[in-house]
């Protein structure tokens, strides 16, 4: 299934279908603030083992993220994170970072493994937005790299679209996507650390 979807103003009808392809276990690509994304629902273990396989890794060993609506889920899957770490993530958010918490006990789980820490993604597109606020819960997501060695990343989801089509179950065209990823930030410690710089900027 192939659904164009207006980044700014989605429409809920479209929004809902994707929405109906993650609650069986489907598979997504889909345009975050960065790069587009594969995506499927947190509570389908295989969907998350589809996607490893996708990328040439065992879910196991995954650092996969996942995609909030807002910062109101945090509790339901991070552990306690400082005052500090939580302003500045509601000074970043929405926008293109991923936080590196703490998991909660069910985060192993979903993962089936020993993971004990998960990224956090609120990206500034309102089309991943509205598909978690649909779905109930957050979207399990991962970049999609593209195999040339020269382009990291592919922007047109035509493209994405031709060479998935027979392993996903739909893709959501929300136009050209960037081609730098998030900049990631490891919270886990006394401080926050920048482990890779994207498109974001940290001051």
């Known amino acids: 299934?192939?659904?164009?979807?207006?980044?700014?103003?989605?429409?809920?009808?479209?929004?809902?279908?994707?929405?109906?392809?993650?609650?069986?276990?489907?598979?997504?690509v889909y345009p975050t603030d960065t790069v587009y994304a594969f995506g499927c629902d947190i509570l389908h273990h295989k969907a998350v083992e589809k996607i490893a396989?996708?990328?040439?890794i065992r879910a196991s060993q995954a650092n996969f993220s996942f995609i909030f609506s807002?910062?109101?889920q945090l509790s339901d899957y991070t552990r306690l994170v400082s005052?500090?770490?939580?302003?500045?993530?509601?000074a970043y958010l929405p926008g293109p970072y991923t936080f590196i918490l703490p998991a909660r006990n069910n985060i192993p789980r979903i993962f089936q493994s020993k993971k004990k820490t998960i990224g956090i993604r609120i990206p500034d597109n309102q089309i991943p937005l509205e598909i978690v606020r649909e779905l109930g819960h957050p979207i399990m997501t991962t970049s999609i790299h593209d195999d040339d060695k020269?382009?990291?990343?592919?922007?047109?989801?035509?493209l994405i679209w031709d060479?998935?089509?027979?392993?996903?179950?739909?893709?959501?065209?929300?136009?050209y996507g960037k081609n730098e990823p998030s900049t990631v930030?490891?919270?886990?410690?006394?401080?926050?650390v920048v482990l890779r710089q994207g498109i974001g900027s940290v001051d």
């Open 70 to 72: 807002d910062l109101s």
């Open 150 to 158: 020269l382009i990291e990343y592919t922007t047109d989801p035509e």
């Open 83 to 90: 005052n500090t770490v939580f302003k500045m993530m509601k």
């Open 163 to 175: 060479k998935y089509k027979t392993q996903v179950d739909a893709l959501v065209d929300g136009g």
């Open 53 to 56: 396989r996708l990328k040439g």
């Open 185 to 192: 930030i490891d919270c886990t410690g006394d401080e926050p």
């Open 1 to 28: 299934m192939y659904l164009k979807i207006h980044p700014e103003n989605p429409g809920q009808r479209q929004i809902r279908r994707v929405s109906e392809v993650l609650h069986k276990g489907g598979i997504i």
